[in-house]
C-alpha cells in the first residue's frame, strides 16, 4: 500500500538500567505506519512489543529510557516535546487500547463521566460533549448508547468494556491508534466482533492502526503489514501476503511452519525448540544463532535489517544471499485460529 505515514519510528531504543544489569528491550526499531494502514507487530513473549508501543507515546516507567531514535506524528517528533505538549497528543493524536480494559477504566465512575474527563482533557469544550459520546458509544456497537453511558464498567461484560475503552481511544478521533493484544483476554465470538470493529474504524476514519498481537490468525485477518519481532529487533517485515507465502526469516518461517497445531492455548505463538537470549546478555552475532537450522559461520556476526524485495526486509545473511525458505499457506494460518477455538470448545 503506498500511502503517507502517519507514524514514522526511526531507529529507536530503549533500555531498563536494573540492579541485575541493562535489559535492550527495543533496538534500533524502526517502521512506518500510514493512514487507513494496519501494522502487525508479533514476536514471542519479551520480545519488545509492549515496550515499544510504550515507547512511542513516552510511557515507559522508571527504570526504562528512550536512549536514542525518533517517533514522528504527522510529521512532529514525539521524543523532543517537552510533558505538556507530549500529554495533549496523547488520546487526541494517538489512542491507545491496552489488553486489559479494567486498566484504562476507573471502577467508581460512569463510563460516560470518563469519556466527558476525556473530551475535557483534550481542551474540546462541553458543546456537542454529550452527542460525541453517545455518537462515539454507537460506533463501536454500543447498543442504548444512553444507557450505557449511564452505567457503570462492572456493569458490562468483558467484551463490552473493551468496546468502551475503543469508544475512548477513539473519542477524538485520533490518527494512530495502538492496540496492545487488545483481544486475547476475550472470548472468540467477541474477539472477533471487537477485531471487525477496529478494521471498519480504520477504514471509516482512516486511521493508522499498530496492532500487537500473538496470534497468527488474527495477523493474517487483520493485518497489510507485519513486523516481527526477536530479542529486541525487528527480523523481518513485509506486507501480509509476503509474508506467508515467502517468509525470508527462520524465525517468522518456524513460527509459521509450526502452525497448525491444536495443542497451543489460545492466543499464543506456536514455541520453537530453545529460548530466546537474556535480553541484559545479548550475544554480538545474530540473536537467533542459537535456534537457527540454517546457521552458517557468518552468522556469528550481526546482520543488518536490510531490503530482499520491494517493501520486504529481513535481518538475516542467509536469505539476504538469496536462499529461499518455502510458503506457508495463508488459509493454514487462518484454519489454525479455527482449529484452536475447536480444540478449547469455543
Ligand atoms: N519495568 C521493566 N523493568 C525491567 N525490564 C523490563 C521492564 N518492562 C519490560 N522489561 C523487559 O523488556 C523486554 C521486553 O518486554 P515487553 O513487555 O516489551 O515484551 P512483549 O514482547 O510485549 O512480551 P509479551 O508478548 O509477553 O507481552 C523483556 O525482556 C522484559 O523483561
Ligand atoms: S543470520 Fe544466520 S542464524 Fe540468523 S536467522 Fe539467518 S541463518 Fe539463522
Ligand atoms: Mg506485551
Known amino acids: ?12 531504543t530503549t533500555r531498563f538500567h536494573t540492579s541485575y544489569g541493562t535489559v535492550t528491550a ?23 512489543k509492549s515496550v515499544t508501543a510504550m515507547s512511542l507515546l513516552r510511557l515507559v516507567s522508571n527504570p526504562g529510557r528512550i536512549e536514542s531514535g525518533s517517533v514522528e506524528l504527522n510529521g512532529t517528533d514525539l521524543l523532543s516535546l517537552d510533558e505538556e505538549a507530549m500529554r495533549r497528543r496523547r488520546g487526541t493524536e494517538a489512542g491507545l487500547v491496552f489488553q486489559n480494559p479494567m486498566t484504562a477504566l476507573n ?10 474527563e476525556a473530551l475535557k482533557a483534550h481542551d474540546r469544550g462541553q458543546a456537542g460533549a454529550q452527542a460525541a459520546i453517545h455518537k462515539a458509544l454507537s460506533d463501536v456497537g454500543m447498543p442504548d ?3 450505557q453511558a449511564a452505567s457503570f464498567p462492572h ?10 475503552v475503543i469508544a475512548l481511544a477513539m473519542l477524538n478521533e485520533p490518527q494512530l491508534l495502538i492496540a496492545d493484544e487488545p483481544t486475547t483476554a476475550l472470548d472468540v465470538t467477541i ?5 471487525d470493529l477496529m478494521k471498519k ?3 471509516d476514519h482512516g486511521t493508522a492502526l499498530l496492532l500487537i498481537t500473538h496470534n497468527m490468525g488474527v495477523i493474517a485477518k487483520m493485518c497489510d503489514r507485519v513486523a516481527v519481532m526477536y530479542a529486541g529487533e525487528i527480523v523481518e517485515e513485509a506486507p501480509v501476503e509476503q509474508l506467508f507465502a515467502d517468509s525470508r526469516h527462520p524465525y517468522t518461517w518456524g513460527l509459521l511452519r509450526s502452525i497448525p497445531r491444536a495443542d497451543h492455548p489460545r492466543g499464543q505463538l506456536p514455541t520453537l525448540p530453545g529460548s530466546p537470549p537474556d535480553m541484559s546478555a545479548l550475544p554480538t552475532g545474530c540473536r537467533f544463532r542459537e535456534r537457527c537450522s540454517f546457521a552458517v559461520e557468518r552468522c556469528k556476526t550481526h546482520p543488518s535489517l536490510l531490503a530482499v524485495a520491494p517493501g520486504h526486509l529481513t535481518r538475516c ?11 506457508v499457506e495463508r488459509r493454514a494460518v487462518e484454519d489454525a485460529g479455527n482449529l484452536e477455538d475447536q480444540a478449547h470448545g469455543r
Open 317 to 327: 545473511w542467509v536469505t539476504q544471499d538469496g536462499k529461499r525458505l518455502g510458503a
Open 26 to 48: 527495543v533496538d534500533g526499531v524502526s517502521f512506518t505506519v500510514g493512514r487507513g494502514e494496519t501494522l502487525g507487530l508479533v514476536g514471542e513473549s519479551g520480545s519488545g
Open 155 to 164: 456493569q458490562m461484560s468483558g467484551g463490552m468494556r473493551q468496546r468502551v
Open 145 to 147: 448508547p444512553e444507557r
Open 107 to 116: 471502577p467508581v465512575f460512569t463510563v460516560g463521566w470518563q469519556m466527558r
Open 201 to 203: 474504524l480504520t477504514r
Open 191 to 195: 474477539q472477533a466482533q471487537v477485531l
Open 1 to 12: 500500500m503506498n500511502v503517507l505515514p502517519v507514524l514514522k519510528v526511526n531507529d529507536l
